[in-house]
């Protein structure tokens, strides 16, 4: 079982560069999810999807772009890099998380620096 | 609005000792409510989670939780320590159906 899939794991980015963060999962999962990971905040909630063709922003949308053309695939943008999305980003995927029983799995993680 | 407080950021225990790490939410409905475990470098495992029923949630690796309502609290335990426990715990509020608010998070390590 693949599970949630993110890649590249490790990225060094410089300022103003774009880059997209890939996540993908085998599930079937209606419901996916992009937070970053900063120290002391815990993990913050960027942008969700609850199926393809719709998304929504989280909490800390800006400079941060996605689309869900598939039901598999979620891929984060960054537009124009800057030194405070330097950060841990982590893609998760569930059905709806409403629904009672459910539970989100998360991807291991891409490191990403700005330099 | 929705939060969740972990009010320990480090813990430190010695191997075999009992644990506690504290979790309180805010929600106006009835939460679900999830403990996840970060180890150096890795994603994020699930512990246990509350949705409804018995408010004493047994979890993987000996963890348990208990959810108190009148307390706003969702405390995960241990009786007993491993080494291997060291790690970052995460206590989460599924708010609604789209959105899963975390906490910051407790550094937690163990001395042999």
């Known amino acids: 079982n693949a599970g949630v899939t993110q890649t590249p794991k490790f990225q060094v980015l410089k300022t103003g560069q774009s880059m997209t963060l890939q996540c993908a999962q085998d599930?079937?999962?209606?419901?996916m999810s992009w937070y970053r990971q900063d120290p002391g905040m815990g993990l913050r909630l960027i942008h969700y999807?609850?199926?393809?063709?719709?998304?929504d922003q989280g909490e800390v949308p800006n400079g941060y772009n996605v689309s869900r053309s598939t039901t598999e695939d979620f891929p984060l943008r960054l537009l124009s890099a800057a030194p405070s999305q330097t950060s841990v980003y982590f893609c998760?995927?569930?059905?709806?998380?409403?629904?009672?029983?459910?539970?989100?799995?998360f991807g291991e993680g891409s490191w990403l620096t700005v330099v | 609005a929705q939060s969740v407080t972990q009010p320990d950021i480090h813990i430190t225990v010695s191997e075999g000792a009992s644990l506690e790490l504290r979790c309180n939410y805010s929600?106006?409905?009835?939460?679900?409510l999830f403990w996840y475990v970060q180890s150096p470098g890795q994603g994020l495992q699930l512990l246990l989670k509350?949705?409804?029923?018995?408010?004493l949630v047994q979890g993987i690796k000996g963890f348990e939780a208990e959810f108190k309502r009148s307390q706003s609290s969702f405390n995960l335990r241990k009786p007993s320590v491993h080494w291997s426990d060291a790690a970052e715990y995460f206590c989460?509020?599924?708010?609604?159906?789209?959105?899963?608010?975390f906490g910051t998070g407790t550094r937690l390590q163990v001395f042999p």
């Open positions: 509350y949705f409804s029923g018995d408010t």
């Open positions: 998760a995927s569930s059905y709806l998380p409403g629904t009672a029983g459910n539970t989100i799995y």
């Open positions: 599930m079937n999962h209606e419901y």
């Open positions: 989460a509020v599924g708010a609604g159906t789209d959105k899963l608010i």
């Open positions: 929600y106006g409905a009835t939460p679900y």
């Open positions: 999807s609850v199926g393809a063709g719709i998304t």
